[in-house]
Nanobody, 118 residues
Framework: QVQLVESGGGLVQAGGSLRLSCAAS????????MRWHRQAPGKARELVAG???????YYADAVKGRFTISRNKAKNTVYLEMNSLIPEDTTGYYC????????????WGQGTQVTVSS
């Protein structure tokens, strides 16, 4: 069984930094794109950043220049380095990946909370 487990969320002051991690485990043959999303209560889920297997990256306009996504293929792990955090970044962050094991599926982690105080 494949699962994604996030870690690294927490409380930080505005202007501070956090590093989120998302590790995939289980019977994994291949991991294609890995992404970070966020969702505030009552709002739609928003794609924050993504990284393709070949290394190409995508960032939402709201986080460009402040967030950096990276991955360690050997560890099946994706990271989100978040700098210059602002209160508007406060919400739950969710990892998502397309993973091939016995079948190919779109998996989601349980989420990690990021709170930025002003």
């Amino acid at each position: 069984q494949v699962q994604l487990v996030e870690s690294g969320g927490g409380l930080v002051q505005a202007g501070g930094s956090l590093r989120l991690s998302c590790a995939a485990s289980g019977s994994i043959v291949n991991i294609a794109a890995m992404r970070w999303h966020r969702q505030a209560p009552g709002k739609a889920r928003e794609l924050v950043a993504g990284i393709a297997r070949g290394g190409g990256t995508y960032y939402a306009d709201a986080v460009k220049g402040r967030f950096t996504i990276s991955r360690n293929k050997a560890k099946n792990t994706v990271y989100l380095e978040m700098n210059s955090l602002i209160p508007e970044d406060t919400t739950g962050y969710y990892c998502n990946a397309i993973i091939t094991g016995l079948t190919t599926n779109n998996y989601w982690g349980q989420g990690t909370q990021v709170t930025v105080s002003s």
